[in-house]
Every structure is written in C-alpha cells, then in structure tokens.
C-alpha cells in the first residue's frame, strides 16, 4: 500500500541553525500539506502546496519557514533559523484531491532545537 | 470558524469495555467532511475514517462505529468491546472548505488508555 515517507525521523539541532525536513508524498497525489503538533497539543496546520505553489500558510508559517518540490517525488520543508519554539513533531500529507479527499500522513519528524 | 471540540482530554477503561469518543464541530459550510485519525504512542497519525456532510448513515468497521448527527453537530466514535492495542490518542478532524485548499482543523484529541 503506497505511503507517505518522511526523513529524518529524528533532527536535532541548534537554535539558529537551518534544518531541512524531507517528505515523500504517494506519487499520484497532488495536494501536499504540512502540519505541526508541539508535545502533548493538538494538530496545527502549517502550509497547504499544489501545482508548484503555497495555496494557502497559516499565521505560523513566517518568513522563517519556506517550502519546495525540488523534484517529482521530493516535498521539503525548510525552517531558516531555528527558534526554540519551533520543537515540535511535523507531518506531511498529502491527499489526491483537494478537499473532497483523504489527507494520509507521513510518520512525522521530530524536530528539537537547543 | 470552523472549530472541533473533542471534551474528553483523557478516557481510561479496562479491555473489552465500550467506549465513545466525543467530537463536537462547528461550520458554516453546507458541505464539509469529517475525519479521525489514530495517533498511537510512536507517533504517526493513522487515518480511521472519511464522512461527508451529506451521508448520515452510521458506519460500522470491526469493533469501530460512527455516530454522525448533523442536527447536533456531533461525529462520535465508538470502540466495541475495547482491547490494549487501541490505547492512543484520538483525533476528530473537519475540513476547512471556506479557503479551497482542503486543510485539516484538528481538535485537541482524546486519549484513550485501555488496561488489562
């Protein structure tokens, strides 16, 4: 059964420094998304992405953050400068369709900043 | 706005008991679609099940049951004679139809921990 990957599973790293989170999504999706879940608290909408631009951010999603399909397969993240606040699990979705569809979930990465 | 209320923070039963997860919405849309997902202790979300605003069947999986009541906003979930392997955290999800580009609003999540 096809599924989202995401790599790496585990980052840590040093606040201020850039980190790049790396995302799967199944191949005939074509809306991809990225959500955050800091420790213990509920599932927050980051970023919404289809044919090859942001559709829609959330308040969260700054200028710190920035997101790319470099190729056709890969869906990446990428947080600028690391703040402390930014430790969180993040998961990539992706769905086939926009809205009327199921968004199924990669593993997450576990992002901690020191 | 669109809102999901999910009560319950914490649920603790002892296996082969029934339990119902609670999911409470909000929405202006006429159409819309509800969701929950799995999320066990490794952390991944697991999608359970789709429902759209206009199917009010209830819908039955395995030991899974859902109770969708538009006219009281609720989309409940039941677990049928529960086992420790359901012990998670449960989330109830609405899409958020009013930007067009399919994003999920989560409620807070249940947890549910089933003894022995």
């Known amino acids: 059964e096809p599924e989202v990957t995401q790599t790496p599973s585990h980052q840590v790293t040093q606040m201020g420094q850039e980190v790049i989170l790396r995302c799967v999504p199944i191949?005939?999706?074509?809306?991809f998304y990225w959500y955050r879940q800091i420790l213990g608290q509920k599932v927050e909408f980051l970023v919404s992405?289809?044919?090859?631009?942001?559709?829609?951010k959330s308040e969260i999603f700054d200028d710190q953050f920035s997101v790319e399909r470099p190729d056709g397969s890969n869906f990446t993240l990428k947080i600028r400068s690391t703040k402390l606040e930014d430790s969180a699990m993040y998961f990539c979705?992706?769905?086939?369709?926009?809205?009327?569809?199921?968004?199924?979930f990669g593993p997450g990465t576990r992002l901690t900043v020191l | 706005a669109q809102k999901v209320t999910q009560a319950q923070t914490e649920i603790s039963v002892v296996e082969k008991e029934d339990v119902t997860l609670d999911c409470v919405y909000e929405?202006?849309?006429?159409?819309?679609?509800l969701f929950w997902y799995k999320q066990p202790p490794s952390g991944e979300l697991v999608f359970l099940i789709r429902r759209n605003s206009f199917d009010e069947q209830n819908e039955i999986s395995g030991r899974y049951s859902w109770n969708f009541q538009k006219s009281t906003s609720s989309f409940n979930f039941t677990i049928t004679a529960s086992q420790v392997v359901d012990s998670a955290v449960y989330f109830c999800?609405?899409?958020?139809?009013?930007?067009?580009?399919?994003?999920?609003?989560f409620g807070q999540g249940t947890t549910l921990q089933v003894k022995p």
């Open positions: 992405f289809y044919n090859n631009e942001i559709s829609e």
């Open positions: 191949s005939n999706h074509l809306y």
């Open positions: 979705a992706s769905s086939e369709l926009v809205d009327t569809d199921t968004q199924y």
């Open positions: 929405t202006r849309d006429t159409t819309y679609y």
């Open positions: 999800a609405l899409t958020d139809r009013s930007s067009n580009t399919g994003k999920l609003i």
